[in-house]
């Protein structure tokens, strides 16, 4: 029996003034208890993603390379298994390089959407291993950029704007067009005048140059020794332009 069920019978029992209180105490006793758990719940799925807060972490340095700090951060270490599968282990520990890190998560979105597809066709699904090494290289080099960028080192970007704060374009290692800008939010009436993060864009075609595919970035700057990780939001499409036609096209 539910402990609402509990206290309405006891309340049909007696009506006197003693049992009002004590089943108004268990009331607020049992308020007190639920209302604690859902705190904790809470709490700790906001732990699981409280890297991904804005702001970042508070210390950006890492002592170690970027693999490294891939492979011992839980939202990346599937990324940091590509890594190594795609070859690139040798960029990752000793390029100077920008990285716009995609998420696990982003990476389980994508191989989810794969094997739906090959589900559809009446093909096997297949798992991260399983993928050609050249895919992953190619779609892992789209996030990847020479030389050591910080938030502070890119132009302002306004989307409505183009014209006036237009970002930048940058060319991938696999020679990928991208614009990459920051975005100064609005904060109290005034433009431009709040918090400030990157906007990645993918451009799936370059005759058509203002069509992005848009990312934020969630956290900024996080420096190991060989070039600095911004990481993707968690809602990213990982490969976007065009890992799932490159997957299915190999099965």
């Not at 105490?25 to 209302?35: D, G, P, Q, W």
């Not at 604690?36 to 699981?48: E, G, M, R």
């Not at 900024?220 to 490159?246: C, E, R, W, Y």
Request: aromatic residues 14%.
């Amino acid at each position: 029996m539910s402990p609402s069920c509990v206290l309405h019978k006891l309340a049909q029992h007696d009506s006197s003034s003693p049992l009002k209180d004590k089943l108004f105490r268990m009331k607020k006793i049992l308020i007190a208890k639920i209302s604690l758990f859902v705190l904790v719940i809470y709490s700790l799925c906001s732990c699981q993603d409280k890297y991904y807060e804005d702001g970042g972490l508070a210390n950006p340095n890492y002592n170690g390379n970027m693999l490294q700090y891939l492979e011992q951060n839980k939202a990346f270490d599937t990324v940091a298994k590509i890594v190594k599968l795609a070859g690139l282990e040798k960029e990752l520990t000793q390029d100077e390089l920008t990285f716009f890190a995609p998420s696990d998560r982003s990476v389980r979105y994508a191989m989810d959407n794969v094997n739906f597809y090959l589900e559809a066709t009446g093909k096997d699904t297949i798992s991260i291993d399983e993928i050609s090494p050249d895919i992953w290289r190619k779609t892992l080099m789209y996030y990847m950029y020479k030389g050591t960028n910080r938030l502070k080192d890119y132009y302002q970007l306004d989307i409505t704007l183009k014209s006036v704060y237009p970002g930048q374009f940058y060319t991938s290692y696999n020679g990928t067009l991208v614009n990459i800008g920051v975005n100064y939010a609005d904060v109290n009436g005034i433009k431009y005048a709040g918090y400030r993060s990157i906007l990645f864009s993918f451009i799936p075609d370059y005759n058509s140059p203002d069509i992005w595919y848009s990312t934020p970035v969630v956290s900024h700057d996080i420096k190991p020794s060989n070039g600095v990780i911004h990481a993707l939001s968690l809602n990213h499409t990982f490969g976007q332009l065009n890992f799932l036609d490159a997957v299915l096209a190999s099965r």
